[in-house]
């Protein structure tokens, strides 16, 4: 099955810093989600990206996906920005497979 | 309106007891998902329904029975759990399970699960 690696696995940043998490997957996908997962457990869409760049706010994100991997980008980070970033890939039909996670920690 | 509610919250149960968990979305969408997050982990797939119909059980123990009554509702039926059942139960919907594109899955607040 599809391998999804995230790093760094752990970040901790002053707030106001930007910082960038990256999602490799070792297979084609057609379909590629960004996720954050709050201190409570609620998975919170961020982005649908299988491929191209998208902007929300001081979000943004980018997938090569001939080159298999995507980049989350966060801006003038907040500590409300604290939690898990998932991305999760879909190759086939049905299944998402959830990559290891990248823990933030925003410190004010 | 892009929610998914699951209830209970929070539930603590003995390894006799049988229990249910419950998910549902409004949203029209015809695939729903039962996940397990164990502390410090990313989500596993256990089940998917698509179309009311069990398309994935990804070698769940029959401890945990999945039943999907309608396209708007999902259950999880528990019973004689063992204490490394413990976990956050996420549930999740999209438009539809086969559509490999165009597809955004949501998800539900989750149950906190303690099997004492």
């Known amino acids: 099955g599809i391998q999804v690696e995230q790093s760094p696995p752990d970040l901790i940043l002053q707030e106001g810093a930007n910082s960038t998490l990256r999602c490799n997957f070792s297979?084609?996908?057609?379909?590629l989600q960004w996720f954050h997962q709050n201190p409570w457990g609620q998975l919170i869409n961020l982005f649908y990206i299988p491929s191209g760049t998208k902007q929300n706010g001081r979000l943004s994100a980018t997938t090569v996906a001939t080159e298999r991997y995507s980049l989350l980008y966060i801006s003038s980070s907040q500590t409300t920005d604290s939690g898990v970033y998932f991305c999760a890939v879909k190759g086939g039909t049905y299944k998402y497979i959830f990559g290891t996670g990248t823990r933030l920690k925003v410190l004010a | 309106d892009t929610e998914v509610t699951q209830t209970p919250k929070h539930l603590v149960m003995g390894m006799t007891n049988k229990k249910s968990l419950k998910c549902e979305q409004h949203m029209g969408h015809r695939a729903m998902y039962w996940y397990k997050q164990k502390a410090k982990k990313p989500p596993e797939l256990m089940f998917v329904?698509?179309?009311?119909?069990?398309?994935i059980n990804e070698s769940v123990p029959s401890r945990f029975s999945p039943e999907c009554p309608n396209s708007s509702l999902l259950n999880l039926h528990l019973h004689a759990l063992q204490p490394e059942d413990s976990a956050l139960y996420l549930c999740?919907?999209?438009?539809?399970?086969?559509?490999?594109?165009?597809?955004?899955?949501?998800f539900g607040p989750g149950t906190r699960l303690l099997v004492l």
């Open positions: 329904y698509s179309y009311e119909k069990l398309s």
């Open positions: 297979d084609s996908v057609n379909n």
């Open positions: 999740a919907s999209s438009q539809d399970a086969a559509s490999g594109s165009q597809e955004t899955q949501y």
